[in-house]
């Protein structure tokens, strides 16, 4: 799968602490999950995505400001 390639390609440029990653697809298959998570993914989410969602788990990531 490609989402594999491009983690690893992530992790190996940029410290953990510098880059957050979620998954987001239309796969929602559980070995998928296990594996991106393994891989260094932080979080993920099946389309059709919950914008509401999406910004409290990147919010809880960081990645976003709670104004």
Known sequence: M???KLIK???NKLPENRA???IITVLADTDYVHQ???LGCEAYAAKPIDTDKLIEVMSKLGITKND
């Open 36 to 38: 991106a998570f393994e």
């Open 9 to 11: 390609k992530i992790r």
């Open 20 to 22: 957050r990653i979620i």
């Open 2 to 4: 490609v989402f594999n």
